[in-house]
């Protein structure tokens, strides 16, 4: 099953979703209230749009997500090599280091995820 596309706002939705899930929609509500400045019709809004997606359920006012955080990233990076860089993810890494300075720690963890990916292990 493909992970359904999540837009930018819908994401920070998520992001609270999942630090508390399961959750009861009105605390949902509250917590989009105060951490992104949401009317109440906004959060059910968005929780009936992304429960239609199978982003998340809504069953019984508890709402909890079917899709997870590392799913969503996962598909957002590989939506962005295949579109940017024609699926080529050492050119998306050239690119990426290039630009941005990486520490010796940073540098020698991924070598480590590198490693492990060569073992035949997770990244």
């Given at each position: 099953?493909?992970?359904?596309k999540i837009f930018e706002s819908e994401?920070?939705?998520?992001?609270?979703?999942?630090?508390?899930?399961?959750?009861?929609?009105?605390?949902?509500?509250?917590?989009?209230?105060?951490?992104?400045?949401?009317?109440?019709?906004?959060?059910?809004?968005?929780?009936?749009?992304?429960?239609?997606?199978?982003?998340l359920k809504n069953e019984n006012t508890?709402?909890?997500?079917?899709?997870?955080?590392?799913?969503?990233?996962?598909?957002?990076?590989?939506?962005?090599?295949?579109?940017?860089?024609?699926?080529?993810?050492?050119?998306?890494?050239?690119?990426?280091?290039?630009?941005?300075?990486?520490?010796?720690?940073?540098?020698?963890?991924?070598?480590?995820?590198?490693?492990?990916?060569?073992?035949?292990?997770?990244?």
């Amino acid at each position: 099953m493909d992970t359904p596309k999540i837009f930018e706002s819908e994401y920070r939705f998520c992001l609270i979703l999942w630090e508390h899930e399961p959750m009861k929609s009105s605390e949902l509500v509250r917590l989009c209230q105060e951490q992104l400045g949401w009317k109440p019709t906004t959060t059910y809004t968005v929780i009936k749009r992304l429960s239609e997606r199978g982003v998340l359920k809504n069953e019984n006012t508890m709402v909890s997500s079917l899709v997870s955080k590392d799913e969503v990233q996962a598909a957002e990076i590989d939506e962005l090599v295949e579109k940017k860089f024609e699926g080529s993810l050492p050119a998306f890494v050239a690119a990426f280091t290039r630009h941005q300075k990486l520490s010796e720690k940073e540098i020698d963890e991924v070598q480590r995820m590198i490693d492990r990916f060569r073992e035949g292990g997770k990244p």
